[in-house]
């Protein structure tokens, strides 16, 4: 068996000869151009348009971000699996909004007022990373689809409904919000 290294897209074999590595499925935005831009990408550029036009805060948002996904591109590397998909890079940014509006509340309730819109700041800062995301109206349509399409029943089939609606519409929902909805449909 020839040995292969990892070089950016492919993969190469000890005998020079590159074959290529599939990459992981992504939801991707379009850039003013037309082609498609990943996450990883969209982070990026972000990243560097707030270093040259000098916003730090935004910047520094940027780099934790950059980090994050980093960290868990590694750790895993080491458990020998692939990267992070896209969709894994959603929920991890919906979760950092989540974490800080639980801040800004906590913020606000102790009269930290500078503290809770710099945490509302940030929350817009990772918004603007997420794909668009869809209004109540839209997710309860969302969620009455693939109740009918998993042929749900009950409340036992909750998690299918939401393993599809996590596969449809990665990053474009709260998911708490639609998988109260998905229960008050099926009671």
Same mark, same amino acid.
Do not use: F
């Given at each position: 068996?020839?040995? &292969?290294?990892?070089? @950016?897209? !492919?993969? +190469?074999?000890?005998?020079?000869?590159? /074959?290529?590595?599939? *990459?992981? *499925?992504?939801? !991707? =935005? $379009? @850039?003013?151009?037309?082609? %498609?831009i990943s996450m990883r990408d969209q982070i990026s550029a972000? &990243?560097?348009? +707030?270093? *040259?036009?000098?916003? =730090?805060? $935004?910047?520094?948002? &940027?780099? /934790? %971000? *950059? !980090?994050? %996904?980093?960290?868990?591109?590694?750790?895993?590397?080491?458990?020998?699996?692939?990267?992070?998909?896209?969709?894994? %890079?959603g929920d991890m940014l919906m979760k950092m909004i989540h974490q800080r509006e639980a801040s800004a509340a906590e913020y606000e309730a102790r009269g930290r007022l500078s503290e809770a819109e710099e945490e509302r700041e940030e929350i817009q800062i990772v918004r603007d990373l997420l794909p668009r995301q869809l209004d109540e109206s839209d997710t309860r349509r969302a969620c009455a689809q693939v109740i009918e399409e998993v042929d749900a029943g009950g409340l036992r089939d909750v998690g299918r409904c939401m393993n599809a609606l996590k596969e449809k519409f990665p990053g474009q929902m709260d998911f708490g919000q639609a998988s109260g909805i998905v229960k008050g449909m099926l009671r």
């Open positions: 068996m020839t040995p &292969l290294v990892r070089t @950016g897209g !492919t993969m +190469a074999a000890k005998n020079g000869q590159e /074959l290529p590595v599939e *990459q992981p *499925q992504s939801k !991707t =935005r $379009r @850039g003013s151009t037309g082609h %498609i972000a &990243l560097n348009e +707030a270093v *040259q036009s000098d916003k =730090r805060s $935004r910047a520094c948002m &940027l780099r /934790l %971000i *950059q !980090t994050a %996904i980093n960290d868990r591109d590694v750790a895993n590397r080491a458990d020998g699996k692939d990267p992070i998909s896209e969709a894994e %890079i």
